[in-house]
């Protein structure tokens, strides 16, 4: 695991979905919009980010009632049509803490708590939805080699 830094994180353009369901949804999600781009001819500008729309203590109640806010999003070189389901616009940027865990996802705790410790300790404030960044494809590499930068906007 990496230390937190402070970055200026730039908008985005992207494709996304959000839904009701749960955190499992999240790869399938992630597959459907990436048809989806390349349906359209266009190319995939980045890695895909999960947007998480619930606070830390909320996450394993509301995964496990079905109800969690899930938006996956993948950035893209151009504005794409979209359909009812997936939509083209620009996910907002600014400064963000961030950290690098390394490893299976299910174990990213460790890493949101650094992550928060770090903000409260440096008297910031999160000012909205946290990310997960998938730097790399887990049909590619071990769970162990697994790369998520996690942001969360501060102020």
Request: proline content about 8%; some cysteine; hydrophobic content about 35%.
């Amino acid at each position: 695991m990496s230390e937190v830094s402070i970055s200026n994180v730039e908008p985005q353009l992207v494709m996304g979905m959000r839904k009701r369901g749960t955190y499992a949804e999240i790869r399938p999600m992630i597959a459907k919009i990436h048809k989806f781009i390349e349906s359209s001819g266009a190319e995939i500008a980045g890695p895909p980010v999960f947007v998480c729309h619930e606070t830390p203590k909320e996450v394993v109640k509301v995964n496990l009632q079905h109800n969690a806010d899930v938006e996956v999003v993948v950035p893209v070189s151009g504005e794409i049509e979209g359909n009812k389901e997936i939509d083209c616009y620009e996910l907002p940027g600014g400064p963000m803490a961030q950290i690098t865990h390394k490893g299976p996802y299910e174990k990213s705790a460790t890493a949101y708590k650094t992550l928060f410790a770090w903000i409260a300790e440096n008297h910031k404030k999160v000012a909205g939805p946290t990310r997960e960044v998938y730097r790399n494809d887990p049909r590619k590499v071990s769970p162990e080699e697994l790369l998520t930068d996690i942001y969360a906007p501060v102020m």
